[in-house]
């Protein structure tokens, strides 16, 4: 398995963002993914959960209809396309994957990490 996060950056608040996660190694099409988030001093946390079909997703309630998590199986990548963003938002994203097609908000659920990229937001 294979995750590599890209699209992170500075941007000002209320500004919007795309990170993209390619995969490689394993059957995109067959694995929900999910994205995470780390701040500063603080613990990874979740932040969106899609199916493998992209029936399904789910969202933390900080980020619920400012971010929207995609994919797209033909290209085996995720998306987080992230608005409205919020200083509090800023933090190192890291993309996951999981052996099942359904989705999951716990970390331990999860069995393949991309290294991360930076977002920050200025206020």
């Known amino acids: 398995v294979q995750l590599v996060e890209s699209g992170g950056g500075l941007v000002q608040a209320g500004g919007s963002l795309r990170l993209s996660c390619a995969a490689s190694?394993?059957?995109?099409?067959?694995?929900?993914m999910g994205w995470f988030r780390q701040a500063p001093g603080k613990e990874r946390e979740f932040v969106a959960t899609i199916s493998s079909s992209g029936s399904s997703r789910y969202y933390s309630n900080s980020v619920k209809g400012r971010f929207t998590i995609s994919r797209d199986n033909t290209k085996n990548t995720l998306y987080l396309q992230m608005n409205s963003l919020k200083p509090e938002d800023t933090a190192v994203y890291y993309c996951a994957s999981r052996s099942f097609s359904g989705i999951a908000l716990v970390e331990s659920d999860y069995t393949g990490w991309g290294q991360g990229t930076q977002v920050t937001v200025s206020s």
């Open positions: 190694g394993f059957s995109f099409s067959n694995y929900a």
